[in-house]
């Protein structure tokens, strides 16, 4: 059983730097592992200092319960009312579907008019990316110059971005976000509402339905009810200073 745990541990670890990598931010990655940023920080800096023996060393050691044996009984009791457990022979607490069927969207937003342009593909890559900037350049006929700021995905700066941007009547200027900063990108903003929106706590008997859903929010829920969750989707960012710290000691 220790064991188990320990390599369940180290699953979890491995996954959330896999997701940075990916792009995530800290706070996306803590929703879905459901732990702390902060926590996700730490394993990113030790990773990044130690290496990954480090982050895979797992010498965590449990303390002892402060609480009565009272207490625990009382506890107990309340979680077994509150929440239904899953045994053999029962039906489970929280309906799931089999499989991890997935859908992809290459998307992005403009923070003045809430215009979403996105496409659907099989693999998010550097023809999705082309596919992306096409509709961009569909959707703003009167723009002479359109700025798109977007991650350093590779796929972002691989050949095929290179030789669509490399046309004559090219109107994309790209502007790269620094490493490692999906935080500072608004679409990342639009994904956790469109997250709210469609994926948490909901149950989708199908893949089919589950796809069908997010789609509806791209294509209706964004253009008929963006005042709702604008405030949300912004580039107002907070700025950090160590003036805003003090070193504990």
């Known amino acids: 059983m220790r ?3 320990e390599d369940h541990g180290i699953a979890r670890r491995a ?3 896999l997701l940075l990598d990916d792009g995530k931010s800290c706070q996306q990655i803590s929703d879905f ?3 702390d940023d902060d926590t996700i920080r730490g394993w990113h800096k030790t990773y990044l200092q130690d290496g990954w023996d480090a982050l895979a060393f797992d010498g965590w050691k449990g303390g002892q319960s402060h609480m009565t044996q009272a207490q625990q009984v009382a506890l107990c009791a309340w979680l077994e009312a509150r929440f239904c457990r899953s045994t053999v022979g029962s039906n489970p607490a929280v309906l799931s579907t089999a499989g991890r069927g997935r859908v992809n969207i290459h998307g ?3 923070l003045e008019t809430f215009d979403a342009p ?4 099989t693999t998010v890559d550097g023809v999705s990316a082309v596919q992306l900037l096409t509709k961009i350049e569909a959707r703003n006929p009167d723009k002479r110059i359109i700025h ?3 991650d350093n995905a590779a796929y972002h700066k691989g050949p095929d971005v290179r030789a669509f941007l490399a046309r004559t009547a090219c109107r994309i200027h790209l502007i790269q976000l620094p490493p490692y900063c999906p935080h500072l990108n608004p679409i990342e903003r639009l994904w956790a ?3 709210q929106y469609v994926t948490h706590n909901r149950y ?3 893949q089919k339905q589950f796809a069908n859903a997010i789609l509806a929010f791209m294509r209706k829920t964004i253009p008929q009810e963006w005042t709702k969750f604008r405030d949300k989707v912004s580039d107002k960012f907070r700025v950090i200073t160590h003036e805003n710290f003090r070193v504990l000691k």
């Open 148 to 150: 798109v700021i977007w």
């Open 15 to 17: 996954n959330a730097i």
């Open 33 to 35: 592992l459901y732990l």
């Open 193 to 195: 509402v469109l997250h």
């Open 118 to 121: 996105f496409v659907e593909p």
């Open 3 to 5: 064991r188990q745990r």
């Open 108 to 110: 992005a937003v403009n």
């Open 204 to 206: 989708y008997p199908s």
